[in-house]
Nanobody, 117 residues
Framework: QVQLVESGGGLVQPGESLRLSCAASGITFSSYDMRWYRQAPGKLRELVASITIGGSTNYADSVKGRFTISRDNAKNTLYLQMDSLKPEDTAAYYC???????????WGQGTQVTVSS
């Protein structure tokens, strides 16, 4: 059974940092491209950052320079370091695993990030 379990969300003030984690089980983690998405109330889910099996990364323009995606294949864990958080970063953040070239695509349940003073 595939499980992606996000953690690390919470309530922070503008300018502060959070580190999200996504623990994967039931898949060969190192074989999957990994992504973080987010969805704010009333908005579509958007891609925040991605990392390939080879370690190449990509970011949405809105988070470039503030967020860092990384993975630890030995721990089957994906991370998202979020610095200089802004109120507009408030959303539910979701972990996604995709086996490139296949239909295998898995989602976590999400973790809430709220940035407010």
């Amino acid at each position: 059974q595939v499980q992606l379990v996000e953690s690390g969300g919470g309530l922070v003030q503008p300018g502060e940092s959070l580190r999200l984690s996504c623990a994967a089980s039931g898949i060969t983690f190192s074989s999957y491209d990994m992504r973080w998405y987010r969805q704010a109330p009333g908005k579509l889910r958007e891609l925040v950052a991605s990392i390939t099996i080879g370690g190449s990364t990509n970011y949405a323009d809105s988070v470039k320079g503030r967020f860092t995606i990384s993975r630890d294949n030995a721990k089957n864990t994906l991370y998202l370091q979020m610095d200089s958080l802004k109120p507009e970063d408030t959303a539910a953040y979701y972990c996604n695993a995709w086996l490139s070239g296949s239909f295998l695509n898995y989602w976590g349940q999400g973790t809430q990030v709220t940035v407010s003073s």
